[in-house]
């Protein structure tokens, strides 16, 4: 069953959309990579799947295994992300939060979870250090192990690999085909196209207020670019 089904989405502000008729599903293993330029919509996608804004028209349904919050979120990277007063370990434990209800505290479950969330994203030693003073790509594996502490089966992601270096956004790269091997299912925007793409079961290339699905092969095969 599908974690995610878009049918017939259009997406947009204000009433004047900026992508129409977008049309997918993602399930345990896929990652679904959307590519196009910039201003052609792909934030506003996931926004709107989010419920962060609603949709001009279409549906966004959740399957079962995902309906029940279980979406995690990894959103662009932000400038502010230096300045942020809090240490690796905190971070990784505010991936909780949803799941606090009414307790006001943590519970061992929680710090388990999150103890676990760093440990599949290496990132273990960082542990006790500030968030801000931790480079670039430690900062994404921590912001990804947020989103996966509350053991999403859908993942989310806005431009993860912006600002890092090739070999950060490789690691990355191969710690979400990990999640996927184990069955999360990946949504992702990037602008990495050729280095996404051997992580990649399917692309959606938006362009002209239009979205295309297609294999990562067959775009492989067409030389798809943006």
């Known amino acids: 069953m599908a974690y995610l089904t878009c ?7 204000a009433g004047t959309p900026v992508a129409r008729d977008i049309s ?5 293993g896929d990652a679904l990579f959307v590519v196009g330029e910039n201003g ?8 709107t799947i989010l419920g962060l804004q609603p949709p001009l028209a279409g549906d966004v349904a959740f399957g079962d295994e995902a309906a029940a919050g279980e979406v995690g979120y990894l959103p662009q990277k932000g400038e502010s992300q230096r300045d942020f007063p809090a240490s690796v370990w905190e971070v990784a434990l505010s991936g909780r939060a949803s799941r606090l209800g009414k307790r006001p505290f943590y519970s061992r479950a929680d710090k388990s979870a999150a103890a676990e969330a760093l440990h599949r994203v290496g ?19 921590v912001l990804l192990a947020r989103a996966l502490a509350s053991y999403p089966k859908l993942l989310v992601l806005d431009e993860p690999t912006t600002g890092l ?3 950060a956004a490789e690691s990355l790269y191969r710690t979400i085909d990990e999640l996927r091997a184990s ?6 925007v990037t602008h990495d196209v050729a280095a996404a793409l051997p992580h ?7 362009r002209d207020k239009t979205a295309k699905l297609h294999p990562a092969s ?9």
């Open 123 to 141: 990132a273990c030693e960082l542990r006790d250090m500030p968030f801000g003073s931790i480079s670039g790509g430690q900062q994404q594996r």
């Open 7 to 13: 049918t017939a989405l259009s997406v947009g502000h």
């Open 24 to 28: 997918f599903s993602v399930g345990a």
């Open 40 to 47: 052609a919509g792909k934030t506003t996608l996931l926004k």
């Open 165 to 167: 270096d090739p070999e």
């Open 183 to 188: 069955g999360v299912g990946v949504l992702a």
């Open 200 to 206: 990649a079961t399917q692309v959606l290339e938006v």
């Open 218 to 226: 067959a775009w492989v095969t067409q030389g798809g670019t943006v």
